[in-house]
């Protein structure tokens, strides 16, 4: 792919690894438009920097919030809701002078209804940095990966560490699990299954380009976004390529799929339909935004969370049809929105933002109208 085509790749590439480095300032939010949102089809989770909170969509109210007070460690890795239990990493703390290493530092804890939650377990001894990837909880087990090229095991009920596996690069994707295996993207361009149970290599296959986002499994197809300008798709048993779908520029986030279809969007904001067993395109639709995010399938519609551009960056999140991907609606936000969108209830997307003005949007699937909008109250900053 030509330099012109990768230009705008890189420089998006520089400012979302940048903001990453970015701090609070004061005691309000700095508006450093990267979160990392997740939601367990009730609540919603944000981790804005500072902190991490809970937000209960059906209460307009915050539930809970961690740490009590801002301090020097900052979050950006999507949190995992189990049950009572919230997981979360962070992006580490400078030991000082006498002690240079970094520490990096997974917690669990406990899912209240209102007040404070309660610390379960840390783990500052397994990761040694930054962690930007959503962990996943599976029964009693924890999968971490992290940017210095680890994929973590640990104790869910403690955190105490099971095993650890080293790839060639940074994991900026959630795991993601099936019967045993733990199939994990690298940015070392490679897709890894190992023993769940073990941390065991089964298979590596080596693709084109980097793999930002995390794998998304079918039935017997594990499908892969790359900085390559493609979406693959491997056998999930062996690993092996079975055919891959194109696109204009890098494609950052995972793709959706959903009914023998998969969707997905390069950086350049064109949104592609593929068929799901065969990888032929189906349609295709030029937006004119930028994309990171992954695609939201609810229904017939398709969502999509972009940066707009101008003169002072923005966003939009934008609904289009499934069948054809015809717009629908759209809505702009003051800031660009990198985190794909979640949906909670029957009616209602969220977005996530790092604005003092507001963490968190929800508007209705249908229509796109703002149902609410939650940021922090002054004497929580």
């Given at each position: 792919m030509s330099w012109s085509l990768r230009r705008p790749a890189f420089w998006l590439?520089?400012?979302?690894?940048?903001?990453?480095?970015?701090?609070?300032?004061?005691?309000?939010?700095?508006?450093?438009?990267?979160?990392?949102?997740?939601?367990?089809?009730?609540?919603?989770?944000?981790?804005?920097?500072?902190?991490?909170?809970?937000?209960?969509?059906?209460?307009?109210?915050?539930?809970?919030?961690?740490?009590?007070?801002?301090?020097?460690?900052?979050?950006y890795s999507a949190p995992s809701a189990e049950g009572d239990q919230v997981v979360f990493g962070d992006y580490g703390r400078a030991g000082g002078f006498f002690t240079p290493r970094v520490t990096v530092s997974v917690y669990a804890v406990e899912n209240v209804e209102s007040g404070s939650p309660r610390e379960l377990w840390t783990n500052s001894e397994s990761a040694t940095d930054k962690i930007v990837a959503p962990p996943l909880q599976v029964g009693d087990q924890l999968f971490v990966g992290t940017s210095d090229n680890h994929v973590l095991a640990l104790n869910a009920t403690?955190?105490?560490?099971?095993?650890?596996?080293?790839?060639?690069?940074?994991?900026?994707?959630?795991?993601?699990?099936?019967?045993?295996?733990?199939?994990?993207?690298?940015?070392?361009?490679?897709?890894?299954?190992?023993?769940?149970?073990?941390?065991?290599?089964?298979?590596?296959?080596?693709?084109?380009?980097?793999?930002?986002?995390?794998?998304?499994?079918?039935?017997?197809?594990?499908?892969?976004?790359?900085?390559?300008g493609n979406v693959h798709a491997l056998d999930m048993e062996s690993g092996e390529e079975r055919w891959s779908a194109p696109a204009a520029d890098w494609v950052w986030g995972a793709p959706a799929l959903e009914n023998g279809a998969i969707y997905y969007s390069d950086i350049q904001g064109n949104v592609y339909a593929a068929d799901a067993e065969t990888g032929e395109q189906m349609w295709t639709q030029s937006t004119g935004v930028r994309v990171q995010s992954t695609p939201v399938v609810v229904g017939d519609m398709l969502y999509i969370a972009s940066q707009t551009d101008g003169e002072t960056p923005a966003g939009s999140l934008t609904a289009y049809s499934l069948t054809d991907g015809t717009m629908k609606w759209t809505q702009p936000t003051a800031v660009p929105l990198l985190a794909t969108p979640v949906v909670v209830g029957d009616d209602t997307i969220v977005v996530g933002l790092q604005n003092a003005d507001a963490l968190l949007i929800g508007f209705d699937l249908a229509t796109g109208q703002e149902l609410w909008r939650y940021s922090l109250p002054e004497t929580a900053n």
């Open positions: 590439l520089m400012v979302a690894v940048g903001v990453l480095s970015l701090s609070a300032c004061g005691g309000r939010i700095a508006n450093t438009n990267w979160a990392g949102l997740s939601t367990d089809g009730s609540w919603v989770y944000l981790a804005f920097g500072p902190r991490v909170l809970a937000y209960n969509p059906d209460t307009q109210a915050q539930s809970w919030i961690f740490p009590a007070e801002n301090g020097a460690v900052q979050f403690d955190g105490s560490e099971q095993w650890d596996y080293e790839t060639g690069h940074a994991i900026w994707g959630q795991p993601a699990f099936r019967d045993g295996r733990l199939y994990v993207n690298s940015m070392d361009r490679s897709v890894y299954a190992l023993n769940a149970t073990t941390g065991e290599l089964i298979w590596q296959t080596p693709l084109g380009g980097a793999l930002p986002s995390g794998p998304i499994l079918g039935d017997d197809l594990i499908y892969v976004s790359s900085f390559d």
